[in-house]
Nanobody, 118 residues
């Protein structure tokens, strides 16, 4: 079965950094599009960053220059490096995978809480 397990969340002060990890089993990350999403209280879920099977990356404007999505094929793990964190980054962050033939994300992790204090 496919499992995506996020880790690395926690409490950090504004301006600090955090690296989220998404370890996959039952799926090869390198042939899928991977996306990091977040959902803050009272807000809709937001797609934050993506990386395609070809390595192309995209980011929502609010995190450009601060967040970096990357993939380690040997470890079958995707990362989200978050620098210069702001209180508005506070959310539950979810890792998700989209199969090559899918138009939506097919598999989701359980989420990890990121809280940025001001």
């Amino acid at each position: 079965q496919v499992q995506l397990v996020e880790s690395g969340g926690g409490l950090v002060q504004a301006g600090g950094s955090l690296r989220l990890s998404c370890a996959a089993s039952g799926i090869i990350l390198s042939i899928n599009t991977m996306g990091w999403h977040r959902q803050a209280p009272g807000k809709q879920r937001e797609l934050v960053a993506t990386i395609t099977s070809g390595g192309s990356t995209n980011y929502v404007n609010s995190v450009k220059g601060r967040f970096t999505i990357s993939r380690d094929n040997a470890k079958n793990t995707v990362y989200l490096q978050m620098n210069s964190l702001k209180p508005e980054d506070t959310a539950v962050y979810y890792c998700a995978a989209k199969r090559p033939t899918s138009f939506r994300y097919d598999y989701w992790g359980q989420g990890t809480q990121v809280t940025v204090s001001s």
